[in-house]
């Protein structure tokens, strides 16, 4: 592809249903898009989106919760075996989140120190950029908020 191409992207919007989900691929990353709450029945959805994309091993793969309003201690620990999984296979990983109904149960329950996570899909991009060489997404580009912050 040309340098100055633009990247070309795909967008599917699935249909209605929980959860709620876009996918958007492009040569460098898949975008899975999650809305509305996440609970335990949603596992093995999720399960069946996560590994049909690591299956076709994206060079960054980035679950988008950011219109998430609750999300269950079991779906947080879903992806943060997904982000195992993901370093396995030699495929970037990370949660793009900023809302306490995401973080804060991930610093309680100690998931913050394996599921990587970013503020937002524009940091997501900043990281793949400047960490390239350095092991990509190993931290968040910006420190996750303390507990004491979290539970204000």
């Known amino acids: 592809m040309h340098r100055n191409a633009t990247p070309l992207s795909l967008t599917v919007l ?67 075996e997904q982000a195992k999984a993901a370093r396995d ?21 100690g998931l913050d120190r394996t599921l990587p996570v970013v503020r937002s899909l524009d940091d997501a991009a900043l990281n793949a950029r400047t960490r390239r060489r350095t092991g990509w997404l190993t931290e968040p580009s910006r420190p996750l908020p303390s507990r004491s912050e979290i539970e204000r």
């Open 14 to 80: 699935c249909p209605a249903g929980r959860p709620a989900r876009t996918l958007t691929r492009t040569a460098r990353s898949t975008v899975v898009t999650l809305e509305g709450e996440l609970e335990v029945a949603d596992v093995p959805r999720l399960r069946r989106i996560m590994s049909g994309e690591l299956g076709l091993r994206p060079v960054t793969l980035l679950v988008d919760l950011t219109e998430v309003p609750f999300c269950s201690a079991r779906v947080l620990e879903f992806l943060a």
């Open 89 to 109: 296979a030699g495929v970037r990983f990370a949660a793009v989140a900023h809302q306490r109904a995401v973080l804060r149960p991930l610093a309680l329950l």
